[in-house]
Nanobody, 118 residues
Framework: QAQLVESGGGLVQAGGSLRLSCAAS????????MGWFRQAPEKERELVAS???????YYADSVKGRFTISRDNAMNMMYLQMNSLKPEDTAVYFC????????????WGQGTQVTVSS
């Protein structure tokens, strides 16, 4: 059973930066893609960024140029560096993982709150 644990959320002023971390266990040796999702109050969960085992990345248009996703396969860690944060980035951020040959994210963390004040 895979387990994902996020950390690094918090309160920051607009224009500031935060770095989220995701510690993964139970996925060792499996070719899997990882992603960061977020869900704001009364909004649907959305994919923010994702990264393959080899480092191929995807970003939502709303975060391109501001967020950077990365991963350390040896340490089973994934990161999201968030710069130039905006109030509209306020949400609960979730770490997720899926097998490379699957279209569905099947493993999820508990989420970490990011609040950006104006």
């Amino acid at each position: 059973q895979a387990q994902l644990v996020e950390s690094g959320g918090g309160l920051v002023q607009a224009g500031g930066s935060l770095r989220l971390s995701c510690a993964a266990s139970g996925l060792t040796g499996i070719n899997y893609r990882m992603g960061w999702f977020r869900q704001a109050p009364e909004k649907e969960r959305e994919l923010v960024a994702s990264i393959s085992w080899s480092g191929t990345t995807y970003y939502a248009d709303s975060v391109k140029g501001r967020f950077t996703i990365s991963r350390d396969n040896a340490m089973n860690m994934m990161y999201l560096q968030m710069n130039s944060l905006k109030p509209e980035d306020t949400a609960v951020y979730f770490c997720a993982a899926r097998r490379a040959d699957s279209g569905t994210y099947s493993s999820w963390g508990q989420g970490t709150q990011v609040t950006v004040s104006s």
